[in-house]
């Protein structure tokens, strides 16, 4: 059976679930970076907004302290009225510009037309009055007029194409004071650059193109300069934080989930592994690793599923070998393994890809041909089968004989369903054995009824003792001369619960070949004792099966039946028949002196029909002998029986013996009886086996005849 590789296919199974999984967690991480970036470079627009508003407010805030100052001053028209000290001043802030350093640059343009400057770097303009002073101070050192040097009003922006200065204006006396200064100089970047948390900031000639910029508007508003800066990248360093840690985490996610993956798929293997073998286990038989008996059925049923689709037919062939218990007891069980799995092999070499083999247990195994069209092919199967059972087998020198015996049914011909086609298979088996084994038999639908009978027994008598379906009849013994019970006889009943009332006759047989006659006899025995408790002074005669009573026991449970059931021993008569007498005469000698020592009475059974040697009645000590019926049969058609029925009765009781005659069933038979001395009379012209509530009723009526009212039981 190839149970693994679909348990292969689960594992794989298994592998491929892992995959939405990671695809998954794939989907999750990457829309969560996606949104990172999208917050990332919200983050960076807004930073970036917020820096330009910034710089533009601190820009604006210059400017205008610068363009409010300027619309102060009124000395301004008369500054740009002098050509010369405007080529002057453009020359002067054209070098200003080529000095980066140079935050200011002080023109004083002296009324004789003399120019003196100085240029330098300041830190704010708010220090420009310390400014102004050093100014007045070397204004001073150069002899000028300094009395009427003040502070003036500063400045407007000027443009001269590459840089915005604020210019202040002075009169001092007839002279006047220019002052320049870069209004977003070196320092003010500074400032702005510490105070925004800005790095980088630049000023650049012109319109800056790139948007980390923002343009510093001329006198007019126009943009003469832009302020250019690098962006704020904290965002994006986030982000690229963020991703390198979001990347290593998930190599080492990743990495755990791959080893984690791999323990679990080694393990699920591991335990698919165990749970097939397990399966397997289940479903074979571990010595001979055929399928077992629940493998064949199931396989027996998709077989047959599949039939109405073929015009073919499948054969169930169950096998018994022969003789195996002797390899057991014989070889011992290792041999008797070596036998069933050397069997098994040679079977299975007989057999097609599609047939099978299970061993359903014991020596018990079962064949199953499919797509069959001729019985001859199943036959053929058969004595095939046969052939390589007989073959010998060996082991350790030791060489083994067996046998093997078949019995064979067809679906559909025998019936459609798996208990049908067994059970007719089983049928063909029994008879098969019947016939003397090593053999085949096919089912035939017209098994006779003892067949079937015996079958049920074989089957079904065990459960009928623990089931209590049996029950005892009792048929009286009447005295000859007055038809007064003398004894009972209990004659055993199963009640089956589909076929009614079975016959002893059916199914003692089949109880003693099955080793069950033992239990059956023991319950006989303990319901007869306690029935004949109910009628004191009848004695009550039970069979005894041979087997039974040669069991080591016997002795010893009757006399606790007995006991069980305080009866008085003299009441118990067991009947026996010459089988038990003849297989080992002296143990039956001695277990009979010990029953009757215990006061058991003995009658031997069916006198007539067997040996019927005088020698036993000699030698064994018995109490009565009971003439068989077919003397009595016999006896009418010649007179010859007559003349030994006669003289049986009269040996008899020359012996010392009671007599009894079985199965009077005439009046002439009785008369004669009577009339030849024999001393107990029973048969259906008396009775037929009644219930032991029946027997109560005899009783009665006897002991009510007693009393003159009503006639005995017998026709006498
Ligand atoms: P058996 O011991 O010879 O029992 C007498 C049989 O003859 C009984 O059959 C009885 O019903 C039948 N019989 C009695 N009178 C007449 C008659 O007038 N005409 C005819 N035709 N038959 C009569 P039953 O009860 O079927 O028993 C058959 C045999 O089964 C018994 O033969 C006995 O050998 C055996 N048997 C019955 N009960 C037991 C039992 O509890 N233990 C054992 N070991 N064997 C039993
Ligand atoms: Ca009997
Ligand atoms: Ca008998």
Known sequence: MQILPARAKKAHGVSLSIVPIFLLVLCIMGSMALVANRAAMRQQAFELDREKRQLTQSLGFEAESLLAAVARDEGLGELFQVQRSRETLERLLAALNRRQATDYAILIAKSDGHLLAEAGETETFSRRSAFMRRLVDSARMRGLDTTTIGIGREARVLQDGQGAFALATMPIGRSIILAVTRPIGAGALRR???????????????????????????????????????????????????????????????????????????????????????????????????????????????????????????????????????????????????????????????????????????????????????????????????????????????????????????????????????????????????????????????????????????????????????????????????????????????????????????????????????????????????????????????????????????????????????????RLELELTEGVLVEDADQAEAAMVELRSIGVKLALDDFGTGYSSLIYLRRFAFDKIKIDKSFLDSMEATGESAILVHSVVHLGRALGLEVTAEGVETEEQRRFLQAVGCHFLQGYLFSKPVSADAIDEMLRAEAEADRGTTPPLSAA
Request: hydrophobic share 45%; glycine share 8%.
């Open 192 to 570: 702005f650059s510490t105070m925004l948390a800005i790095p980088n900031l630049r000023l650049v000639g012109g319109e800056a193109p790139t948007e980390t910029s923002i343009a510093v508007p001329g006198l007019a508003g126009e943009p003469v300069m832009s302020l250019v800066w690098m962006p704020s990248r904290a965002a994006a360093e986030t982000l690229t934080d963020l991703a390198i840690f979001g990347l290593s985490a998930s190599i080492g996610i990743a990495i755990v989930a791959l080893v984690l993956f791999r323990r679990m798929r080694a393990s699920t293997e591991a335990l698919l592994m165990r749970e097939a073998k397990a399966s397997h286990e289940a479903r074979h038989d571990p010595l001979s690793g055929l399928p077992n008996r629940a493998v064949f059925c199931d396989t027996l049923a998709e077989n047959i599923e599949d039939l109405p689709n073929r015009d073919s037919s499948i054969a169930v062939l169950l096998l018994d070998l022969d003789k195996f218990k002797d390899v057991n007891d014989i070889y011992g069980h290792a041999a008797g393994d070596k036998v069933i799995v050397d069997f098994g092999n040679r079977v299975r070499a007989l057999l097609r890809q599609t047939d099978m083999i299970a061993r359903l247990g014991g020596d018990e195994f079962a064949v199953m041909q499919t797509g069959i069209r001729s019985h001859g092919e199943t036959t053929w199967l058969a004595q095939a089968i046969i052939d390589a059972a007989n073959r010998p087998f060996v082991m350790d020198g030791a060489t083994m004989q067996i046998g093997v015996t078949i019995g064979i049914s067809f679906a559909p011909d025998d019936g459609l369903e798996i208990a049908a086609i067994l059970r007719a298979a089983d049928t063909a088996l029994y008879r098969a054995k019947n016939e003397g084994r090593n053999r085949f038999a096919l089912y035939e639908h017209r098994m006779t009824e003892s067949e079937r009978i015996r079958k049920l027994v074989d089957d079904e008598l065990r459960g009928a003792i623990d089931r209590d379906e049996l029950t005892l009849v009792y048929q009286p013994q009447v005295h000859a001369e007055n038809g007064r019970i003398a004894s009972v006889e209990a004659l055993v009943r199963w009640r089956h619960p589909s076929y009614g009332l079975i016959s002893p006759a059916t199914f003692i047989s089949a109880a003693e070949e099955r080793g069950l006659i033992v239990p059956l006899g023991q319950w006989v025995m303990r319901r007869a004792c306690l029935d004949a408790a109910r009628w004191p002074g009848l004695r009550v005669g039970v069979n005894v099966s041979a087997i039974q009573f040669r069991q080591q026991n016997f002795v010893r449970d009757v006399a606790r039946t007995i006991e069980e059931a305080a009866l008085e021993p003299g």
